[in-house]
């Protein structure tokens, strides 16, 4: 297994326009959790899905986001008529049953809105 | 709401002397404290974790301090190498583990 996977790595894009981001979490993992992290500070939580149940949902997480996770497996993060402020890298990470406190992170999407 | 604090923005050590990273927290309810190590251009990576029925746990160089009473935990690298040159990230969460909180983290140099 090579870890948690997310796509693209690196998105450009104008003010207005929608973006998907996919994360694929390692095979087992049941608990997969998104955030997104600014320059100089930590990740922040967004939301976070056991197996394809969305559990929790931050107040950050505006009408413009949605995510899903239809199967269970992999799962994709929309933002609807990105705005400047979205620009951050968006973080994934997946967990699982046995260790749940350990998460491993993607290498994260970059977005850019111009 | 910062429930997590990491009030260091950066630490410089000499090589194969410790480091101490700090971090303080306003939430009793959390139940596993957490610290990441992350290298530009990559996601974080999970180091060592703590109970919050434990004080201490120890991994190798890595030994992680949990002091409830004062809400501050503090990780301990001993000794200090080159390679440990990263930004770490306290983080922290309850007992269903549904929400991470982090720190803003610390910027360690070790200095050959």
């Known amino acids: 297994d090579t870890g948690v996977s997310q796509d693209p790595r690196h998105k450009i894009t104008k003010r207005g326009q929608n973006v998907t981001f996919r994360c694929d979490p390692i095979s087992e993992h049941n608990r997969l959790y998104w955030y997104r992290q600014t320059l100089g500070q930590g990740p922040e939580f967004l939301t976070y899905?056991?197996?394809?149940?969305?559990?929790?949902k931050s107040r950050l997480l505006s009408d413009r986001f949605s995510a899903e996770r239809p199967k269970g497996s992999f799962s994709t993060l929309e933002i609807q008529r990105t705005e400047q402020g979205d620009s951050a890298m968006y973080l994934c990470a997946s967990s699982w049953g046995l260790a749940e406190e350990t998460q491993y992170f993607g290498p994260g999407t970059r977005l850019l809105v111009l | 709401d910062q429930q997590v604090k990491q009030n260091s923005p950066s630490l410089s050590v000499q090589e194969g002397r410790i480091s101490i990273l700090n971090c303080d927290y306003t939430?009793?309810?959390?139940?596993?404290f957490l610290w990441y190590k992350k290298y530009p251009a990559e996601g974080p990576t999970f180091l060592i974790s703590i109970s919050s029925i434990k004080d201490k746990n120890e991994d190798g160089r890595f030994t992680v301090f949990l002091n409830k009473s004062a809400k501050h935990l503090s990780l301990h690298i001993v000794p200090s190498q080159p390679g440990d040159s990263a930004v770490y990230f306290c983080a922290a969460t309850g007992e269903n583990f549904n929400k991470f909180y982090f720190g803003s983290g610390t910027k360690l140099n070790v200095k050959p």
């Open positions: 899905f056991q197996n394809e149940a969305q559990l929790e």
């Open positions: 939430n009793s309810m959390f139940d596993y």
